[in-house]
């Protein structure tokens, strides 16, 4: 049975590939802080930015994809201010 019992998949759209992209190499760039119960994938597909999650618990799962998200609201926020084509 595997450990990873919840998982959870969350889309954000970008403006373009290239803002996409920018966030996805932004965002893989820290690791998950229980690596043993906390798996997590990013990937681009065109201009949206794809997050799978699979976790041990609900709680954790809970708490994982909201750091997750308050770090893509930061990572718009920056492209929106500073990003070309913003």
Known sequence: MSAFKHSLTVNVPFASPYHASIALQVLE???ELQPHSVKRILEV????LIANFNCST???TRLTVNA???NVDL???TLS???EDA
């Open 75 to 77: 990572v718009l926020k």
């Open 68 to 70: 997750y998200l308050e």
């Open 29 to 31: 760039v820290d690791p």
């Open 81 to 83: 201010a500073f990003g």
């Open 58 to 60: 609900v709680r954790l």
């Open 45 to 48: 597909d065109d201009n949206v």
